[in-house]
């Protein structure tokens, strides 16, 4: 069987990051590829590389330094994946998710995940923010499913139901943040797939057919484990590029990721904007 993850070695995981860390967190946050500067606003900031993390897999991409950034953030205590490990690298879907039940096992309530994906309906445009209203799993549903194994109760059931998986209440608070700041959103489908080839022209019309509005490899197995740990999720699509756009080009290879980086670094400033919004207003309920 593949490696699955125990009750024991999250709450060992989860000891090494507690004692490095003042505080209880309300809410996790992962931050995808070129959303990381995002942790750098976080105060009185303690960070633990993932490499002091017992039993955490490690990163091999370029642009994902993998740490916790524990700290405040628009008044709310908050930890961040600075960086975070892909289906792609080789490990099991149990084993890259781990960290958000780590962040599950500190405290959070919530998760905010982020990541950087190709946009497939034909009316996104580079740079767009898309609310993840729903997504697609391809690799859980073809068994890849982070929680395949045993299952011990205390993690969560059997059987986690999946409707809704993104929260409405956390959609309907990043509308208003939206709104308030001006910021044009998209809403969508969100389908992830294993990579790390990027999408054949045949398999872009197939995504669009099942109705996703946006590809990428990453979040979808985040987003059962935070549902299994009992965490409302909130997810975030910054789109980097647009499938396709790249076919017969001779740029070099990496020319893709080049630009998913570079996007991200763009959309930093409105991507913080709507996070600190969501978080301001999450930390006048906590007061109330
Ligand atoms: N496909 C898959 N994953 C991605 C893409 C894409 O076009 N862009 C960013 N992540």
């Known amino acids: 069987m593949e490696p699955h993850v125990t009750y024991d070695v999250v709450s ?8 490095r860390i003042g505080l209880v967190p309300q809410v996790a946050l992962i931050l ?20 002091d993390v017992p039993h955490l897999v490690q990163s091999t991409v370029p642009g994902h ?7 405040m953030l628009s008044g709310v205590p908050v930890v961040a994946m600075q960086g975070r490990v892909h289906f792609y690298e080789g490990y099991s879907a149990a084993e890259i998710t781990l ?15 982020t990541n950087a994906a190709g946009g497939l309906d034909p009316d996104y445009v580079v740079g767009d ?6 997504h697609i799993f391809l690799p859980g549903l073809a068994g ?12 969560g059931v059997r059987f986690p139901d999946m409707t809704p998986a993104y929260d409405p209440r956390l959609v309907q608070l990043v509308r208003m943040v939206a709104h308030a700041e001006g910021i044009d959103l998209r809403e969508g489908v969100y389908a992830m797939v294993a990579g790390p080839s990027y999408e054949t022209q045949a ?13 990428g490899m990453s979040t979808a197995p985040e987003v059962v484990v ?22 017969g080009d001779t740029a070099p290879a990496d020319a893709m990721h080049k630009q998913v980086l570079a996007v991200g670094e763009d959309a930093v400033p409105r991507l913080t904007r709507l996070v600190s919004g969501v978080l301001e207003r999450i930390g006048a309920t906590r007061e109330a």
């Open 12 to 19: 060992r995981a989860a000891a090494a990051v507690r004692q």
């Open 32 to 51: 995808g590829s070129g959303l990381s500067h995002l942790a750098e606003r976080i105060q009185d900031a303690a960070r633990v590389p993932y490499t």
């Open 65 to 71: 330094a993998g740490q916790f950034v524990a700290g």
């Open 99 to 113: 960290p958000v039940r780590v962040m599950g096992a500190l405290g959070a309530e919530i998760l905010i995940v």
């Open 129 to 134: 923010v898309m609310i993840i209203t729903d």
């Open 144 to 155: 890849a499913n982070p929680l395949r194994g045993p299952n011990d109760d205390r993690l």
């Open 203 to 215: 398999e872009i019309r197939f995504l669009r057919a099942v109705g996703a509005d946006a590809v």
């Open 226 to 247: 935070a549902r299994h740990s009992g965490m409302r999720v909130l997810g975030l699509s910054l789109i980097t590029n647009v499938p396709g756009d790249f076919a």
